[in-house]
């Protein structure tokens, strides 16, 4: 059985991630995979992600992925990257794409006119550093509050549950760039991109057991 299952769906960085989860956990058997059978049998499961998400969708369904994937969101250690996180939610503003559904809520585009508090208009997408405010769970252990990662996205998560935010963004407003339930964890930023923070967002998800 493999240890951990990063989904190649043809998109996303695929390779830092590999490389990064490497890093935190080299006795580990990871491996880069468009096989359902591997992805459902895996101990661990990692969908990472940049790109629009009808691409993302159309992809995963044309791989025959959908299934293993909502699987393995259910029923064991689940990490969602970028597009992993927005794919689980009901519906995208993105060409008004349907998600997997796994969470209630919704994926919305940031305004065009957003300004900062020195009147300086913000660009669209959100890119580079910046801050990530979080609540009490396995995989912030060891990371500061207010830690900056890194970020390059145009949508964001509203979830309709309350319960499932387990860290926000300020971009100007605050805004939804980690979930959790039960057994899945999923970000906005890259945390493959986010030097020593990030690694040990990793490793944490390697040790975490739901």
């Known amino acids: 059985?493999?240890?951990?299952?990063?989904?190649?769906?043809?998109?996303?960085?695929?390779?830092?991630?590999?490389?990064?989860?490497?890093?935190?956990?080299?006795?580990?058997?990871?491996?880069?995979?468009?096989d359902a059978d591997v992805i459902v049998?895996?101990?661990?499961?990692?969908?990472?992600?940049?790109?629009?998400?009808p691409d993302c969708m159309r992809e995963l369904d044309a791989r025959g992925l959908r299934d293993a994937v909502l699987l393995a969101a259910r029923s064991r250690p689940f990490l969602g990257i970028c597009i992993g996180l927005q794919m689980l939610f009901e519906r995208s503003a993105e060409g008004d794409t349907a998600g997997l559904g796994i969470l209630q809520g919704k994926v919305v585009r940031f305004a065009s006119n957003m300004r900062d508090a020195q009147g300086n208009k913000l660009k669209v997408p959100h890119m580079g550093w910046n801050q990530v405010h979080h609540v009490q769970h396995p995989l912030w252990v060891g990371i500061d509050q207010d830690?900056?990662?890194?970020?390059?996205?145009?949508?964001?998560?509203?979830?309709?549950?309350?319960?499932?935010?387990?860290?926000?963004?300020?971009?100007?407003?605050?805004f939804v760039c980690a979930v959790a339930k039960g057994n899945l964890f999923a970000v906005q930023f890259h945390p493959e991109k986010s030097h020593t923070a990030g690694l040990k967002l990793l490793q944490n998800f390697m040790q975490w057991n739901p």
Not at 4 to 22: H, I, P
Not at 41 to 53: E, I, T
Not at 147 to 174: E, G, I, N, W
């Open 1 to 34: 059985m493999t240890d951990v299952a990063v989904v190649d769906y043809g998109m996303g960085n695929l390779r830092s991630v590999e490389q990064a989860l490497r890093k935190v956990a080299p006795a580990a058997e990871i491996v880069v995979t468009d």
């Open 41 to 53: 049998n895996a101990k661990r499961v990692v969908f990472p992600g940049q790109g629009a998400m």
């Open 147 to 174: 830690t900056r990662f890194y970020f390059v996205h145009s949508y964001y998560v509203q979830p309709q549950d309350a319960s499932l935010v387990q860290a926000t963004c300020k971009y100007p407003q605050s």
